[in-house]
């Protein structure tokens, strides 16, 4: 009989509603702890058709990534119970933060998780009506709303109506941080239309945390706030004078990048940051472009006292990744044509709608006319729509139709490789030596090595104290690691104070570790204020390493500073290749 009961409720429980995963659990957990004051290990891990011990383990991880990721420790276990200790707006912060999240990186309006999360207290139906209302509302008043946004503001929304119809009241004055008229019409009309009421405290706080992510905010995006136009001409300046580069001059990309700061700076300063999924991958793909991001810490925190997460930077590395892109030197091109001009002129005028300022046409020639031609003119690639029958030392590049997409990342790609080819063998040799390369193989610390590298490049007259550059380096990993990949570091400070620009390259053959990553090769650097734009190939040759495991096991076997010089100069001609 107590085989046919088990049976019998095995066949009525629908399995989709109960959460199997760890991390299904933990949100069902805090769904439940959201309107029962508390619950025992023993109800939830009988709800849940698993183990006391196994909830206590789920609880004990919850705990530690609430607090890593959200800044919330109000999960509390005492004597079995679980419960939520903290104030209202630390609770609807957590739900604000945990939709932000889930949103973002499932692209979806209910997943797995926030399903488990409200099941038990919310009807999802209501978020369905929310979102078709939002979605109307900033049809109706030309507002072109993503849809993750839509997704997320909704969540908000329902949260907070949850809340305020469960009686759980805001008892503390919330500021309303910026007076989003739009914002709050919408807010008031949602209400008076869906028949939903709150106070003037949940409306300000729902507010603060929606204007973060930029919702109903003026589409002129250069009407920044008086104190973040002076970050942005503080960062602009300072990428003028360290790396000689104007961003100012690409308007569109730099107002672009002004929105998305103003947003990044507001969400800073609600502590509701954004979480980048590609985090790595920027930093590894872009480095020299979050590099220049990087700029924007120190200003960002000497005005307000708070640093920005690696994953802010990183988006607005991608705002400085196209402009970077464009920079490279100008080459001179000489256009062959073969029966008629006309075609020459057509590519011409390709040619400069494309590649504008870096490609400089010297001029249309026949092809009797291109040898007198080369020998009066300084030219770095001959583009003919005919096949050139005698062998030139300059490269040829044939376009004998219309001219495809194919045709542009040749062109492009030339480019890139002979900007390469005339500045980074210089670079490197100006960074990298011999006599600046270290080979470990005992057992020491990370800040060891620190201490040793920095030690030869003061003795290098590279710069100028020692323990406070170690000082430095050690303050910024404790906010921004640099750590690359496949235990490459590229250490060094958040402000450079270097008298030269050198990089001390350190081969680890013993078993380090620093935080949890395995400690292989370090390229300890350090850089002038004002720093040479052509560190971008240093940066794409150390990244090359860190992501190529071949080249860092090659690394590790040598044992001697001169072959590790040798073959790096081996490496910086492939790339030149």
Same mark, same amino acid.
């Given at each position: ?74 999960? /509390? ?98 500021? /309303? ?109 872009? *480095?020299?472009?979050?590099?220049? *991001? ?27 990744? %196209? ?140 710069? #100028? ?15 921004? %690691? ?10 060094? %400070? ?38 040479? *734009? ?26 001697? #500073? ?16």
């Amino acid at each position: 009989e107590k085989v046919k009961d088990c049976i019998t409720l095995m066949e009525a429980i629908d399995h989709k509603q109960i959460a199997s995963t760890p991390m299904e659990r933990k949100y069902y957990i805090l769904g439940q702890l959201f309107h029962r004051e508390s619950v025992s290990l023993y109800d939830i891990a009988s709800e849940l058709f698993v183990s006391e011990q196994t909830i206590y383990k789920d609880i004990t991880s919850f705990q530690k990534s609430l607090k890593k990721l959200f800044h919330y420790d109000g999960l /509390l276990l005492e004597n079995g119970e679980l419960c939520l200790k903290s104030d209202e707006v630390a609770l609807r912060t957590l739900l604000y933060r945990i939709v932000k999240e889930e949103i973002y990186l499932s692209n979806k309006l209910v997943d797995i998780h926030l399903y488990q999360l409200v099941k038990d207290f919310i009807d999802v139906e209501e978020i369905y009506d929310i979102v078709d209302y939002m979605s109307g509302y900033c049809k109706t008043h030309n507002v072109n709303i993503p849809d993750q946004m839509l997704f997320v503001v909704s969540w908000m929304v329902l949260f907070t109506i949850t809340r305020c119809e469960d009686k759980c009241y805001i008892k503390e004055h919330v500021h /309303l941080q910026h007076n989003n008229e739009p914002l709050h019409a919408m807010l008031h009309t949602l209400l008076r239309d869906l028949h939903y009421t709150m106070e003037v405290e949940d409306i300000s706080l729902l507010q603060n945390y929606m204007e973060t992510l930029g919702l109903f905010s003026n589409q002129n995006t250069s009407l920044l706030s008086t104190s973040n136009e002076v970050i942005v001409h503080e960062f602009v300046g300072q990428m003028k004078s360290k790396y000689n580069l104007d961003f100012e001059s690409m308007p569109s990309l730099f107002e672009n990048f002004k929105s998305h700061l103003e947003f990044a700076i507001k969400r800073l300063l609600m502590d509701y940051q954004l979480i980048n999924p590609l985090l790595q991958e920027v930093k590894t793909t872009y *480095a020299f472009a979050y590099e220049i *991001a990087m700029l924007i810490v120190p200003i960002v925190h000497k005005k307000y006292n708070l640093y920005m997460k690696e994953d802010e930077i990183s988006f607005l590395a991608l705002y400085i990744q %196209p402009f970077l892109k464009v920079q490279n030197t100008s080459i001179k091109v000489l256009i062959v044509f073969g029966t008629t001009q006309s075609f020459a002129s057509f590519i011409e005028t390709w040619i400069h709608q494309e590649f504008k300022e870096r490609v400089q046409v010297m001029g249309n020639v026949s092809t009797y006319q291109l040898e007198e031609e080369i020998k009066n003119q300084n030219v770095d690639l001959i583009i003919s729509n005919i096949a050139l029958e005698k062998k030139l030392n300059i490269p040829v590049i044939e376009i004998q139709q219309l001219p495809y997409e194919a045709d542009r990342v040749q062109i492009e790609n030339f480019i890139s490789r002979r900007a390469m080819l005339s500045q980074s063998a210089s670079i490197f040799h100006k960074v990298f030596s011999k006599d600046r390369i270290l080979i470990i193989e005992e057992d020491i610390s990370y800040e060891e090595i620190l201490k040793r590298s920095a030690t030869l490049l003061e003795n290098h007259h590279k710069i #100028p104290d020692a323990p406070r550059f170690v000082e430095d380096i050690i303050s910024r990993e404790k906010v921004y %690691p640099t750590h690359i990949e496949n235990g490459c570091f590229m250490p060094h %400070p958040l402000m450079n104070t270097a008298s030269e620009d050198a990089i001390m390259m350190v081969i680890v053959k013993s078993n380090i570790l620093k935080d949890t990553n395995p400690v292989c090769i370090m390229f300890v650097s350090a850089f002038e204020p004002k720093i040479d *734009a052509d560190l971008k190939y240093i940066y794409n040759l150390i990244n090359m390493i860190a992501t190529t495991p071949s080249l860092i096991q090659m690394l590790l076997e040598m044992k001697t #500073p001169e072959e590790v010089m040798d073959y790096l100069e081996r490496i910086i001609q492939i790339m030149k290749d």
